[in-house]
């Protein structure tokens, strides 16, 4: 089974800093875009940056400037360096994963890990 483990959350005061980790395993075929979400109490899961196999990042303008979405394809692993940490960017962070695993035909699922917790507070 592909899975996908996300590790970094953590307590940080404002202006502060974190780096996300992301790990996919299991029978891979191959690894398309990856990404991260975030999602707070009551509210819904938003996109925060996403990046493809190409390298092609895309942000959140809530982020930009803020955050920085980069992966390592021989680690099959996504991460999110995030610095100048504000109380909004509290919420537990999910890692996105395109994926086509061995023997599906080539057929591509979203694959999505079980969250790490972000928070911001002085």
């Known amino acids: 089974q592909v899975q996908l483990v996300e590790s970094g959350g953590g307590l940080v005061q404002p202006g502060g800093s974190l780096r996300l980790s992301c790990a996919a395993s299991?029978?891979?075929?191959?690894?398309?875009?990856m990404g991260w979400y975030r999602q707070a109490p009551g509210k819904q899961r938003d996109l925060v940056a996403t990046?493809?196999?190409?390298?092609?990042?895309n942000y959140a303008d809530s982020v930009k400037g803020r955050f920085t979405i980069s992966r390592d394809n021989a680690k099959s692993t996504v991460y999110l360096q995030m610095n100048s940490l504000k109380p909004e960017d509290t919420a537990v962070y999910y890692c996105?994963?395109?994926?086509?695993?061995?023997?599906?035909?080539?057929?591509?699922?979203?694959?999505w890990g079980q969250g790490t917790q972000v928070t911001v507070s002085s």
């Open positions: 299991g029978s891979i075929f191959s690894i398309n875009a």
């Open positions: 990046i493809t196999n190409g390298r092609i990042t």
């Open positions: 996105n994963a395109h994926i086509t695993p061995i023997g599906s035909g080539r057929s591509t699922s979203a694959y």
